[in-house]
């Protein structure tokens, strides 16, 4: 049984590694024995996580990246490939952004920010690094590839984030899309997380935190062990059969939406 749900010995990539769900599923990797690179905008940053993550005797090594430009994209795919010889047997597109404004002060570049990051660093940064996944692949064991949605992309959320709401959408349809694309050597599935403790989250949490955890039928907000175990499922032995799923991760808000 701990077989099929080991990862260790894997080399996995998780973008926007360094806070929130990103450092949460890096952590669970390095935990389970996997060799984590962790990827995010501030090197420094990305540099004091993984240290942290060795610490508590993890491998996990920086390298940092813009990912919201095709070439930063490019240019992190060919750095993992030097540093792995050319294997990767689990990517993690975490890295986002969020925006909420009312209806009239969603411009151009807010939106365009938002879905930069969102989805379009989804798609690059998976056609890149989709060499080194194949590489690593077997018919018994395919790499993963593993995108972070939300349950905004699944339902209406009461807040006016048009854009966020939109691109993670976006990620849903995109990682069924990549799923058929890249199957049967690769999976492509989708987490789609509900309300967790992060920066991106925190406004929200400290404002509303008691009422959402109240309204979620499992009447709490999700923990790291929550999000870590459903990606290290996803990228075990026991989740090889699935591939085009999203899977929300939400303490089963997503049913009373």
């Known amino acids: 049984m701990h077989e099929l749900f ?16 990103g450092k949460m599923i890096a952590a669970g990797f390095a935990a389970a024995g996997a060799d984590v690179y962790i990827s995010s905008r501030k090197a420094e940053v990305c540099e004091e996580v993984a240290a942290e993550l060795r610490q508590a005797g993890g491998r996990c090594q920086a390298l940092p990246a813009d990912l919201s430009r095709e070439q930063e994209c490019a240019r992190l795919a060919e750095a993992l490939g030097e540093q792995t010889g050319g294997r990767l047997d689990i990517l993690v597109n975490n890295a986002g952004a969020t925006w909420g404004a009312p209806l009239a ?13 969102n989805v379009k660093a989804v798609f ?12 690593a692949a077997t018919a018994e064991d395919p790499s993963r590839v593993v995108n972070i949605g939300s349950i905004d992309g699944l339902s209406v959320p009461v807040l006016e984030t048009y854009s966020y709401s939109a691109s993670k959408a976006a990620v849903h349809q995109l990682t069924r899309h990549l799923a058929r694309a890249l ?16 920066k991106m989250m925190a406004a929200t949490l400290a404002a ?46 997503s049913t009373c939406r």
């Not at 080991?6 to 769900?21: D, F, H, N, P, W």
């Not at 969603?106 to 990051?117: I, P």
């Open 124 to 135: 690059h940064l998976t056609k890149f690094a989709l060499p080194f996944l194949q590489a």
């Open 208 to 253: 509303f935190g008691e009422q959402i955890a109240s309204s979620a039928p499992l009447k709490r907000i999700g923990r790291p062990d929550d999000m870590a175990g459903t990606a290290v499922f996803l990228c075990s032995r026991a989740g090889a059969y699935l591939t085009g799923a999203v899977i929300p991760v939400d303490g089963g808000i």
């Open 183 to 198: 199957a049967p050597l690769v999976t492509v599935n989708a987490i789609a997380p509900g309300p967790f403790e992060s």
């Open 105 to 117: 002060e969603h411009d151009e570049a807010s939106f365009e920010r938002v879905l930069a990051l």
């Open 6 to 21: 080991s990862i260790e010995g894997k080399t996995a990539l998780v973008t926007g590694g360094s806070r929130g769900i």
